[in-house]
């Protein structure tokens, strides 16, 4: 079993699928995720990351800023999901990450049903909800379900992120937002030391 230190180091970093969506254009976007390692004085265990995405071909602002906290839970890992009370507020940390060590606990939301399992299978780290469950959002009034999950296979220095988040109507069942064709591969383009905010 490898050490939470290993999962937080693969995860840490810049990651891209311009392969996938230039093979398949038609059903992929072109994406650009950042997983920024925050102060550890934010939780005082584990790892925390700042994430943010954008795509890249829209020329649009960075979107979808949320934090994931990393612990250990017995033989397996958990990942848990923060909101935060003013997204805006901290777009574009991604490119500017001095501006998160100002991230402070009460600029997070709780958000108790949006925590992942995950397990290690060799080469491949598998982050999945518990069965039947949706990761439950409100923001602005409004109320959004998503589906999350990840796999995140490390092979040498080669770190590949496949991300299944999508949004999901739980009154049918059906996929709102996000890939319908399976997960988004992103690759690691830059890996970021977790020991600079350390």
């Not at 071909?57 to 906290?69: K, T, V």
């Not at 500017?96 to 997070?108: F, I, M, Q, S, V």
Request: net charge negative.
């Amino acid at each position: 079993m490898p050490t939470l230190n290993h999962l937080a180091a693969a995860l840490a970093g810049e990651f891209d699928n311009k392969a996938q969506s230039l093979a398949e254009p038609i059903w992929y976007l072109h994406l650009r995720v950042w997983n920024r390692p925050l102060l550890p004085s934010l939780f005082g265990e584990g790892y925390g990351f700042f994430i943010e995405q954008i795509s890249v071909a829209s020329g649009a602002p960075p979107y979808r800023q949320r934090i994931l906290h990393l612990t250990q839970r017995g033989d397996s890992f958990w990942g848990q999901y923060y909101g935060l009370t003013d997204p805006l507020a901290w777009r574009g940390c991604s490119s500017e990450p001095d501006r998160l060590t100002h991230l402070t606990h009460a600029d997070l939301v709780e958000l108790p049903t949006c925590g992942l399992r995950i397990s290690w299978d060799r080469p491949q780290y598998t982050a999945r909800m518990p069965a039947d469950s949706l990761c439950a959002i409100s923001y602005q009034g409004q109320t959004s379900y998503i589906a999350l999950g990840f796999d995140l296979s490390v092979v040498g220095d080669a770190v590949e992120l496949k991300v299944y988040d999508h949004g999901v109507d739980p009154s049918t069942g059906k996929t709102t937002w996000g890939p319908t064709m399976g997960p988004f591969h992103l690759k690691r383009q830059a890996g970021y030391d977790l020991t600079v905010t350390r």
